[in-house]
């Protein structure tokens, strides 16, 4: 099970990545951006094509993946800021689920349905504990996700710029009428959200079920991680990704609750979603 559960650590730096990702296009410009992962996918499949058949060395191709995804984000931002500026949170969102299927749909046009050949940006271990291998993968994407959560609070708490991301946030209109640019401080939010998701995504790759579908659908598990903090807070949501993780590479020792952990993050997010409406609930029967 501690084998399972530091295995899963790989996974779970992950989703806790994406969980910050989703909590901060939540908190910034309004949007629950179900193409996170997606955009990610994609530059991704791009950088193995650049490798493996335009020759490009792989950390070329790496960072030309990372930009691609990065830019592709911003482009979904430079969008939904320009037509859908004022549409309310579910119709933002909505748009996200559009480009994630165009994007499975497109990256089996071009690329096959078939999982891509990755080459371990980060491979070998780490450490060991009490015998248990702990890969670099795994130290790599869990120190990822505590200094990107931690960097963010900083800059949303301490500094000028987050003070306006953070007028952008809560009142956009307000925040456009006294100067503020909105527009590219909202597509710069997706821009770097884009960047970090294809910068993880493209170090757990290799170790990880890395067709398109696969790695797309790595938002709902992200979605489960950051709906333990609301949608808004930046620190459960890396908790809840590394327990996500570590919950699921310990089920999958089990032989018979392994293809449980498939479910998993559904049943978080059913059981959230039930907690989250406890008190309506428990008011009307009372």
């Not at 997606?38 to 990372?66: D, E, N, Q, R």
């Not at 505590?146 to 710029?161: E, N």
Request: proline share 4%.
């Amino acid at each position: 099970m501690l084998q399972g559960a530091l295995a899963g650590l790989a996974a779970g730096g992950l989703y806790a990545v994406l969980a910050v990702c989703l909590t901060l296009m939540s908190r910034l410009v309004r949007v629950v951006n179900f193409a996170q992962s997606a955009t990610g996918m994609f530059g991704c499949y791009v950088a193995v094509y650049l490798s493996v058949h335009a020759g490009l060395p792989t950390w070329a191709a790496t960072v030309a993946g990372i930009l691609l995804g990065g830019a592709l984000s911003a482009l979904l931002g430079w969008i939904i800021s320009t037509w859908l500026a004022e549409a309310d949170i579910g119709t933002r969102s909505a748009v996200t689920v559009a480009v994630l299927l165009l994007l499975i749909s497109l990256s089996f046009i071009l690329f096959g349905n078939k999982p891509q050949p990755f080459h371990p940006i980060l491979d070998g271990p780490a450490f060991s504990v009490n015998g248990v291998v702990v890969s670099q993968v795994t130290v790599v994407t869990v120190v990822l996700s505590v200094a990107i959560a931690v960097g963010c609070r900083a800059l949303l708490g301490r500094t000028s710029f987050g003070l306006e991301l953070r007028a952008l946030s809560e009142r956009p209109t307000t925040a456009e009428l006294m100067g503020i640019p909105a527009k590219p401080l909202a597509v710069a939010v997706w821009a770097v959200t884009g960047l970090l998701s294809t910068l993880v995504i493209s170090i757990v790759a290799p170790s990880q079920s890395n067709d398109a579908t696969s790695l797309s659908m790595l938002v709902v598990p992200a979605a489960a991680a950051a709906l333990l903090g609301g949608f808004r807070r930046l620190d459960l949501a890396v908790v809840g990704g590394l327990v996500l993780g570590m919950a699921q590479g310990a089920v999958a020792q089990v032989d018979s609750l392994s293809v449980v952990r498939y479910f998993l993050p559904f049943l978080v997010i059913v059981g959230l979603l039930l907690w989250s409406q406890r008190k309506e609930v428990w008011d009307v029967a009372r």
